[in-house]
């Protein structure tokens, strides 16, 4: 029996080997692929006739030939199936439907109308539903559900704590499952953004990142070593309450002085409501961060200087960031990234006067060129990382 289980691990360590190196180096042929895994050349072929059996791989024709007969190409079938990426946000829901490669092939957005974890349940599953039925035929169909939410989940994906949501406690992930009956993986949205970043964006080359979300509130997403940095508890990043004001205004956490209350989307909002200017815009209403930016570029002087405030805020937060981690890199994305004008110098600026020098010298700082696509590529490739690992168990 113990050998039996062995073989049966090994058969499924080395397929997964197989899958990974034509997902990554296609087309690739057999033989270089048994080159390259070191596997050898009867396994490599057995393990792949399963995956095209399995219609995860595909033959195209011959490829160059490095002398004698010319070799059939391997594909990774990136059409196989799909996912949907979902990012939950405070005023609306955003869904991304990607092929197995990652690649985004469909999106929706939701408005949403309350905060109550019923409402934005029944938003996501209208989202999933949609994108499902407008999803291409393939084998495998909807592979599962990667969401991103703004606040802190535990391992069973249940949403422990979202204060900008007033949440405490949802079980996300069951309520999904039994709604959807799908695969559904929650995470937290500025480990989505990470993710999203390091798999599809400016970061496929560093393993050290900090990915600063700033929207309504901020999240960071830690990538050390090319992993999610979670905590003891899985808890890590949340940034947006570090204290950052003796005597600040109370935050939804519970404390005051919170980083997010001077940083972050809400607190331009709230600026910017104070401005004649604005008031005029809007009629009296609170402005959203589309009024503020078209006000930006007429020229608008007191709210590019709110805009500028805000920036300078985001800089001392990230410099304290970067004193502590010493990333590679730092992406600033989600809704910040859209008010990238006004903001970058005055954060740039901050960043390199509040770093130490050290830090500073290796650092590279930018705004996310995805914008607001990390979060939903990030949840999507959860739910892509469940279905693969699920694949490879099922042998
Ligand atoms: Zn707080």
């Not at 955003?94 to 957005?109: E, N, R």
């Not at 539903?129 to 035929?137: I, T």
């Not at 079980?171 to 959807?180: A, G, I, S, V, Y």
Request: aromatic share 6%; proline share 4%; glycine share 10%.
């Amino acid at each position: 029996m113990k050998q039996t289980g062995d073989l049966f691990l090994v058969k499924k360590i080395n397929k997964s080997i197989v899958l990974d190196m034509i997902r990554s180096r296609s087309p690739i042929s057999r033989a270089k692929v048994s080159e390259l895994t070191g596997l050898n050349k009867t396994t490599v072929s057995s393990l792949v006739n399963e995956l095209i059996d399995e219609h995860l791989v595909h033959e195209m024709g011959p490829g160059k030939s490095s002398g004698g007969r010319k070799p059939l190409m391997l594909l990774f079938n990136e059409q196989a199936g799909y996912a949907i990426g979902v990012d939950v946000r405070i005023d609306s829901v955003t869904a991304v439907l990607t092929d197995l490669g990652g690649a985004i092939k469909d999106h929706c957005w939701f408005q949403l109308e309350s905060n109550s974890a019923e409402h934005i349940c029944g938003v996501v599953v209208r989202a999933v539903r949609e994108l499902s039925a407008r999803a291409p035929e393939s084998p495998y169909g909807i592979i599962g559900v990667g969401v991103g939410v703004p606040g802190i989940v535990d391992e069973q994906g249940s949403v422990l704590f979202a204060p900008n949501l007033h949440w405490s406690g949802v079980p996300l992930q069951q309520m999904l499952t039994e709604e959807l009956q799908l695969s559904v993986v929650i995470d937290n949205e500025a480990n989505a953004g990470a993710v999203g970043e390091h798999k599809y964006g400016a970061a496929q080359d560093t393993d050290n990142l900090l990915y600063v979300s700033v929207s309504h509130g901020i999240g960071t997403g830690i990538l050390l070593g090319g992993h999610l940095y979670r905590g003891s508890s899985g808890f890590a990043g949340e940034a947006g309450h570090f204290s950052i004001k003796l005597d600040g205004e109370p935050c939804s956490c519970g404390n005051k002085g919170c980083w997010e209350l001077y940083a972050s989307e809400n607190a331009l909002l709230l600026e910017a409501a104070k401005l004649d200017s604005v008031r005029k815009h809007t009629g009296g209403n609170p402005p959203a961060l589309e009024d503020l930016i078209r006000l930006a570029e007429d020229g608008d002087p007191q709210v590019i200087a709110v805009m500028e405030h805000v920036g300078r805020h985001l800089g001392i937060g990230i410099s304290n960031l970067i004193n502590l981690f010493n990333p590679q890199r730092v992406i600033i994305g989600n809704r910040i990234a859209l008010i990238e004008p006004w903001i970058a110098k005055p954060l740039y600026d901050t960043v390199k006067e509040r770093s130490l020098s050290f830090h500073y010298a290796r650092v590279s700082l930018e705004i996310s060129r995805l914008k607001l696509d990390s979060g939903v590529l990030g949840a999507a490739s959860f739910a892509l990382q469940a279905f693969f690992a699920k694949t490879q168990i099922s042998l």
